[in-house]
């Protein structure tokens, strides 16, 4: 990482990662830019080398609007890690301050490649990033290992608990 790197978190509130700027919409002590993303994030284009956002695009309303946000902050080859509840998750239902949900496939929609190949709709979305990295947390340990993960995690409920998508910003300035 970059010496002048300018890490964010997203939504940390209470919980601070060391070396991260903490934005949340909550004034406390551990947050260093109190800002409601919904309506812009305040720092300068192609600034920003790495975001963590840990259970918060699940409250946002407007995920394309965030992930433009995002784009227009992150630098070329900048990092998204973003943890979620999955779908098929109790987890995911049962905060009625949820407002979006997502698959394995949602971050999809952000990767100009898809869109190119006709296999998604073409939004017009001007922005690209690439999906690096899936990670599947199960609710009980041992579970990766079982025989069929894959037909369990698609046709039954609470087989995983949350998904961890890493995504590369693709852009030229």
Same mark, same amino acid.
Request: hydrophobic share 40%; charged share 25%.
């Given at each position: 990482?970059?010496?002048?790197?300018?890490? *964010?978190?997203?939504?940390?509130?209470?919980?601070?990662?060391?070396?991260?700027?903490?934005?949340?919409?909550?004034?406390?002590?551990?947050?260093?830019?109190?800002?409601?993303?919904?309506?812009?994030?305040?720092?300068?284009? /192609?600034?920003?080398?790495?975001?963590?956002?840990?259970?918060?695009?699940?409250? *946002?309303?407007?995920?394309?609007?965030?992930?433009?946000?995002?784009?227009? *902050?992150?630098?070329?080859?900048?990092?998204?890690?973003?943890?979620?509840?999955?779908?098929?998750?109790?987890?995911? $239902?049962?905060?009625?301050?949820?407002?979006?949900?997502?698959?394995?496939?949602? #971050?999809?929609? $952000?990767?100009?490649?898809?869109?190119?190949?006709?296999?998604?709709?073409?939004?017009?979305? /001007?922005?690209? $990033?690439?999906?690096?990295?899936?990670?599947?947390?199960?609710?009980?340990?041992?579970?990766?290992?079982?025989? #069929?993960?894959?037909?369990?995690?698609?046709?039954?409920?609470?087989?995983?608990?949350?998904?961890?998508?890493?995504?590369?910003?693709?852009?030229?300035?």
């Amino acid at each position: 990482m970059e010496k002048d790197a300018v890490r *964010i978190q997203l939504g940390g509130g209470e919980i601070r990662k060391e070396g991260y700027l903490n934005i949340d919409i909550l004034n406390l002590p551990t947050v260093d830019i109190v800002a409601d993303i919904t309506k812009g994030i305040p720092l300068p284009d /192609n600034s920003v080398s790495e975001v963590r956002a840990d259970y918060l695009f699940e409250h *946002i309303p407007d995920t394309v609007a965030l992930m433009k946000e995002l784009y227009r *902050i992150c630098k070329p080859d900048a990092v998204l890690r973003i943890k979620v509840p999955y779908f098929k998750s109790t987890a995911a $239902f049962k905060d009625p301050t949820h407002v979006s949900f997502f698959t394995e496939r949602t #971050f999809e929609y $952000f990767d100009a490649r898809y869109a190119e190949q006709g296999t998604l709709p073409e939004y017009q979305l /001007n922005m690209d $990033f690439r999906v690096t990295t899936l990670t599947y947390n199960y609710y009980t340990r041992g579970t990766k290992y079982l025989p #069929f993960v894959g037909l369990l995690r698609r046709f039954c409920w609470d087989i995983v608990k949350s998904l961890v998508v890493e995504l590369r910003v693709v852009k030229n300035l």
